[in-house]
């Protein structure tokens, strides 16, 4: 698109407004002001990131005479997971705050409804990705907005020389840089993922997927499943574990590429995998282009060899593993007309694009119009290596999250115990047979639905 905003016209918009990578930004003041808002966001991977939203904050704020505060926390050790519990408990702190995916279903009674402000952004902008939807509604209402920063895919990142030597694939031929597939996408399936692994493993560079119970091992196992159909429970929560073919199916080819995996991805957390590409050790990662971001500071050698590529296809399609953010009003803030003014107001195409631009491509926005930003063109080294990152029609794929169609409440608690990472490990690791790790899944399940 022509009018896109490109990374270094968006720095020089806010350029000396706000320090970039700080993790609180200073309170807004304004004469006359229309009262306090306090956000806490979650503390982006992307070097500098944050600042995005810290000047759209400074520029609403001035605008609309709100004295705002903006502080970022991060997810290492759980602290924003506990902020959000302690502040739903003592029903103080921020206005709102960013909901991890599953979160707008268990404070469902303590979000303020959004409803207004989705209707006004989806006549705008049209639909919402369908699984930021199923997320961020309970009850029929919106519990929050869904988010532009934080949310994010993660198809593979691969290092195409190492993939082109050691594998004979050209991903980049597969998959080039505009809306088209190229020689060879079609045989992108889980069998030709299998056998490059397998040649990576042999020459030493392996691909570098987690396998524990932190949220990239369970999105990209989650994404695996449904490419096989492999649906642990229907709509309704029940157990579809008993006689099904293609849960053995799937589990029988995990555990084969998991012998062409690094030996501890079992004790992997989200920044394993990170570390694994950007230390040149490994081939490919499923992961947004935050790792790539990083290579480009610490190691270009590795940056510049990178492109990103969907994900294989199985036997029922290609999937997308997507883990969307949303940002919540606490229905006991102190300022909820402007807390809705100011997430309306982020939320818009060209501040989403603003958003995305600053962390490098790597934030997603939640509407399927958004799909075109000018960052995923023009972003490199390589020029294009981005390109592929947000789903596009060419890929013939749908987004997907772990433990659809369960029912939010039990899939929020196999998602958290990490239930299809642990099902593998049982057999990989732990010598179960595959029908004792299946009696022991139906067993965690009943578990959780009787609570």
């Given amino acids: 698109m022509a009018d896109g905003i490109s990374r270094r016209g968006a720095l020089r918009a806010g350029a000396g407004v706000l320090a970039a990578g700080a993790v609180g930004a200073p309170m807004v003041h304004a004469q006359g002001s229309a009262g306090n808002l306090r956000f806490a966001f979650w503390d982006h991977w992307v070097p500098g990131a944050n600042a995005a939203l810290q000047q759209l904050g400074q ?5 609309n005479r709100v004295n705002l505060t903006l502080d970022f926390i991060n997810t290492t050790g759980n602290q924003l997971q506990l902020t959000i519990a302690a502040q739903a408990q003592s029903r103080s702190g921020h206005d709102g705050i960013s909901l991890l995916p599953w979160d ?53 990142l691969a290092r195409f020389d190492l993939l082109q030597q050691h594998a004979g694939l050209d991903i980049r031929a597969m998959w080039p840089n505009r809306n088209e597939r190229g020689p060879g996408a079609d045989t992108w399936t889980w069998d030709t993922f299998l056998r490059a692994a397998e040649a990576c493993h042999r020459a030493g560079v392996p691909f570098g997927l987690p396998m524990g119970q932190f949220t990239d091992a369970v999105d990209w196992v989650g994404a695996l499943f449904t490419s096989y159909g492999a649906r642990i429970t229907d709509e309704r929560g029940n157990p579809t574990v008993r006689n099904n073919a293609e849960l053995r199916q799937v589990l029988d080819y995990a555990v084969r590429l998991s012998r062409f995996l690094p030996n501890d991805v079992w004790a992997w957390d989200d920044a394993s995998n990170n570390r694994a590409l950007i230390s040149g050790r490994s081939a490919l990662i499923f992961n947004p282009p935050s790792a790539w971001a990083v290579a480009k500071r610490d190691a270009p050698g590795v940056a510049e060899n990178c492109w990103t590529v969907p994900m294989p296809s199985g036997p029922r399609g290609r999937f997308l593993a997507y883990l969307p953010y949303v940002t919540g009003i606490w229905a006991f803030g102190r300022n909820k007309p402007a807390a809705k003014a100011f997430l309306e107001f982020i939320t818009e195409r060209e501040n989403a694009e603003f958003t995305t631009t600053f962390s490098q491509g790597y934030d997603i926005p939640p509407f399927l119009s958004m799909a075109d930003f000018r960052v995923w063109e023009t972003e490199g080294p390589p020029v294009g290596t981005i390109f592929n990152y947000p789903l596009k029609a060419h890929h013939q794929a749908t987004y997907s999250i772990a433990y659809s169609p369960a029912p939010p409440e039990l899939a929020q608690q196999m998602y958290i115990q990490a239930l299809n990472t642990k099902l593998i490990a049982r057999v990989a690791q732990g010598g179960d047979s595959v029908d004792a790790a299946l009696g022991w899944l139906e067993r965690e399940i009943n578990t959780m639905r009787r609570g």
């Avoid at 509604?137 to 532009?148: C, D, Q, S």
């Fill in 59 to 63: 520029r609403w704020a001035e605008r």
């Fill in 104 to 156: 707008p279903g268990t404070y469902a009674d303590q979000l303020e409804p959004c409803d207004d402000v989705m209707g006004r952004l989806i006549g705008k902008f049209g639909a919402v990705n369908p699984v930021a939807e199923f997320l961020g509604k309970r009850g029929g209402a919106w519990r929050g907005v869904p988010a532009t920063a934080g949310s994010q895919v993660k198809p593979a």
